[in-house]
């Protein structure tokens, strides 16, 4: 690529177009461009969390890195997919990578691939190893990983945590991991690694995750059994121990406004990293903590890309513990691919009318189908829109005072919401 073209915005338009699919699980490709690039040659960072899960990674790595930064920590943190800049996928000391540091990782991957039999790569995996590149680069004390759609064959699996993370499993991505919840389990604790911790972030994971763990002799950390939360009268209380097995609890707590199973996951997570959790510091992170398109309130709107029954089985508890004198009415937005009967069915009992929107694309899915679905079941429709900026100023011109709105189903839907109304993805209400 000259110099001409090296923008960023060259670099992610010439990735898209690089690879004939756009998700190929797999580690040999992916491995072998890694190992040029000298990232298995030792740590990329002081410590490494990884984190994988259906539901639950973003929220878990956001506290987690709130609680690095709150203890003085440098780190890094990887996410997928991003909601308006491809930027927001890496994070450096809390902020968005700069374009520099996004090129120069291309580059270097681009250089590695090339080097030798030329290997083809995904959008994904050419932008997992740009930032695992960036992160050596940037050396923190503690990088944090959020592991895509899979585990076991995911890109981010190159890398050996210190300490991985399991959140919740659930079917969501059948096309690449079937609808087994005991084999999903079983891809998703593919990213733990022999007599280094393993965390698993819910009660309610299939058995193989865990029998996964002591094939491995991965030291086990369950919730509800090695830490915990508990109910407190300022808050909530966490309970767990240290790396070295010592008991910790910290008190009264504050509500993060994102789900306390992961919150208390993240703390045994710091806790297992070797970061011995300091109770004012814990208070203050939690507090400030803020992730977009999670629960994010911007007055009567509330954004969230939960995309499958189960993340809508949580938003509807959210919201039947958030009454409001009006009506709620659900944007909803769906793929193709994605269970929208599930979702529907979820969210219902806290929905008095829907307006269903279209998403574009090659695994796009229209209003019309959306409508088709919920007139099926008696719900009430307000009427439908082509896109969600153009679902979202109706809506804005025809709610009542009391009215508020939930915008949902899908990243792409929430992306666009946020577009349209023109502010970057973490500022205050329209």
């Known amino acids: 690529m000259t110099a001409a073209s090296s ?27 890694a190992r040029r690039m000298g990232l298995c040659d030792g740590p990329v960072a002081g410590r490494v969390i990884s984190v994988a899960g259906t539901n639950g990674k973003g929220s878990t790595v956001a506290m987690l890195e709130a609680l690095a930064r709150a203890h003085g920590l440098r780190t890094a943190t990887y996410t997928s997919p991003h909601l308006l800049r491809y930027n927001e996928r890496l994070r450096l000391d809390g902020r968005e990578a700069d374009d520099a540091a996004l090129v120069a990782g291309f580059e270097a991957v681009e250089a590695a691939r090339l080097d030798g039999e030329p290997i083809s790569l995904t959008y994904f995996e050419a932008g997992t190893l740009g930032a ?7 050396a923190p004390d503690l990088a944090i990983l959020e592991v895509g759609l899979g585990g076991r064959l995911d890109a981010v699996n190159v890398i050996d945590a210190d300490v991985a993370v399991v959140t919740t499993i659930a079917r969501d991505h059948a ?5 087994d919840l005991e084999g999903i389990g079983r891809e998703k604790a593919g990213i733990l690694r022999p007599a280094r911790p393993a965390v698993l972030g819910s009660e309610r994971l299939p058995a193989s995750v865990r029998a996964t763990a002591e094939a491995l002799g991965a030291p086990v950390h369950a919730l509800g059994e090695a830490f915990a939360r508990a109910p407190h009268a300022r ?13 910790r609890e910290l008190a009264g707590l504050p509500d993060p406004g994102l789900p306390l199973d992961n919150a208390a996951t993240a703390l045994q997570a710091l806790a297992l990293a070797g970061i011995e959790p300091e109770p004012a510091a814990c208070r203050r992170a939690l507090a400030d903590v803020a992730l977009p398109g999670r629960m994010q309130w911007r007055g009567r709107w509330c954004l969230d890309v939960g995309h499958n029954p189960h993340a809508a089985a949580y938003l509807a508890a959210r919201l039947a513990d958030r009454p409001c004198e009006g009506r709620t009415v659900a944007l909803l937005g769906m793929l193709a691919d994605k269970d929208a009967e599930g979702v529907i069915e979820a969210l219902a009992p806290a929905v008095d009318a829907w307006l269903p929107v279209g998403l574009e694309g090659d695994r796009g899915r229209s209003a019309d189908a959306l409508a088709a679905l919920l007139e099926a079941r008696g719900e009430s429709l307000l009427g439908r829109a082509a896109s969600p900026a153009a679902g979202a100023a109706w809506l804005a011109a025809r709610l009542e005072p009391a009215d508020r709105v939930l915008v949902c189903g899908s990243f792409f839907t ?6 349209a109304w023109g502010r970057d993805a973490s500022e205050g209400a329209p």
């Open 414 to 419: 929430v992306a666009g919401v946020l577009s």
């Open 235 to 247: 808050g909530w209380t966490w309970r767990g121990h240290e790396a070295g097995g010592r008991p």
């Open 7 to 33: 923008s960023l915005e060259a670099w992610l338009a010439r990735l898209e177009a690089a690879h004939p699919v756009d998700i190929d699980l797999g580690l040999e490709r992916v491995a072998e461009v």
């Open 175 to 179: 096309a690449f991991l079937g609808d």
């Open 132 to 138: 695992l590149h960036a992160i050596r680069d940037h």
